[in-house]
C-alpha cells in the first residue's frame, strides 16, 4: 500500500524516478513501458526513456522488445523503480491522453 497526500492509502505503481517526478510536478516527460517477469508475474511499467538506455546498456533490458532478458535483470529492474500513488499516475496519463 502507499499513502498519497491527494488520495490517501492506495495501490502503489512502480516507474522510473523521472516519471515519479514528473507525475509529482505534473510535467510532461516521453515514456516508454517496459514488461517485467520477475518470477512472480508480468508486470508492466511506465519509464523514461534516459532509463531505458541505461537498462538497455548495463545488459538488463532487451531494446527489441522492453523485456527484462531474465528473471534475474526483472527482479534487478524492479528494485530501480520508485513507487508512486496508481490514481496519482492514471491521472497525469490521463491528462496526457495516455492509454493505461
Known amino acids: 500500500m502507499f499513502i498519497c497526500e491527494n488520495h490517501g492509502e492506495c495501490v502503489a ?12 510536478a505534473k510535467t510532461d516527460l516521453d515514456l516508454s513501458v517496459i514488461t517485467l517477469n520477475d518470477g512472480f508475474g508480468v508486470s508492466t511499467h511506465q519509464v523514461d526513456r534516459y532509463f531505458v538506455s541505461e537498462l538497455v546498456n548495463d545488459g538488463l533490458l532487451s531494446p527489441d522488445t522492453l523485456t527484462g532478458v531474465s528473471e534475474e535483470s526483472s527482479w534487478e529492474i524492479s528494485c530501480r523503480l520508485k513507487p508512486i500513488c496508481s490514481s496519482c499516475l492514471n491521472e497525469w496519463l490521463l491528462s496526457r491522453n495516455v492509454r493505461t
Open 13 to 24: 505503481s512502480f516507474v522510473s524516478k523521472s516519471v515519479a517526478d514528473a507525475v509529482n
